[in-house]
C-alpha cells in the first residue's frame, strides 16, 4: 500500500497538484517532510511557488499520531484527518492537523494518512523509540482548548 502513496505522491508533484493540506485553514497547501531525525510541516504557496513558512520538528517529540474523520459541528465527515501531536521547549499539548487531497470523491484519504503515519513511525522506531498511531474520532480544534496550545 505504501508503494502505491508514494507513486501517488510523485504523480501528484509532477502535476503540481496537492497532497496534503492544512485541515483548520482548507486553502492552505502543507508538504511533510521526512528525514532521519526529524519531520518539516511546510506551508506552500501556489501564487508564488514557493513555501513561505516552515517548522522543524524533533522525532523525539512526536508523542503521538491520530487519524480519524475530520472534526464538524454538523453533518457526516467528509475526510480523514491526521493530527500529529508532538512536545515544544518539554510541553505537550501541540499539533497539526493535516488532510490528504483526493482527486477520487469516493476516497476519503485515511490509506494514504495511514501510510504517512507509517513512515513516522518506522523513522521513529529506527531511533530506538515509538510513537503510536490511534485510529479515533477527532476533537474539534475548540474542544480542551487548555491543554491544545496551538488553537490559541
Known amino acids: 500500500m505504501c508503494g502505491d502513496v508514494i507513486a501517488v505522491a510523485r504523480r501528484?508533484?509532477?502535476?503540481?497538484?496537492?497532497?496534503?493540506?492544512d485541515a483548520t485553514h482548507r486553502d492552505v497547501d502543507v508538504l511533510?517532510?521526512?528525514s532521519n531525525s526529524a519531520y518539516y510541516v511546510a506551508y506552500y504557496d501556489d501564487?508564488?511557488?514557493k513555501v513561505n513558512?516552515?517548522?522543524r520538528l524533533s522525532l523525539e517529540d512526536l508523542e503521538?499520531?491520530?487519524?480519524g474523520p475530520e472534526p464538524t459541528l454538523f453533518g457526516k465527515p467528509k475526510f480523514s484527518c491526521?493530527?500529529?501531536?508532538?512536545r515544544y521547549k518539554e510541553?505537550?499539548?501541540y499539533f497539526h492537523t493535516l488532510r490528504a487531497v483526493m482527486r477520487n470523491p469516493e476516497e476519503d484519504g485515511k490509506d494514504t494518512l495511514q501510510c504517512i503515519a507509517e513512515m513516522l513511525q518506522i523513522t521513529k522506531q529506527a531511533m530506538g523509540l515509538d510513537v503510536p498511531i490511534i485510529e479515533k474520532k477527532l476533537e474539534s480544534c475548540?474542544?480542551?482548548c487548555h491543554l491544545r496550545k496551538s488553537c490559541q
Not at 501528484?12 to 493540506?21: G, P
Not at 491526521?82 to 508532538?86: D, G, I, T
Request: with cysteine; charged share 30%.
Open 12 to 21: 501528484e508533484r509532477r502535476w503540481r497538484q496537492r497532497l496534503l493540506i
Open 32 to 34: 511533510l517532510l521526512l
Open 47 to 49: 501564487e508564488v511557488d
Open 53 to 55: 513558512q516552515y517548522q
Open 64 to 67: 503521538k499520531i491520530e487519524i
Open 82 to 86: 491526521m493530527r500529529l501531536h508532538y
Open 91 to 93: 510541553a505537550s499539548g
Open 142 to 144: 475548540c474542544e480542551g
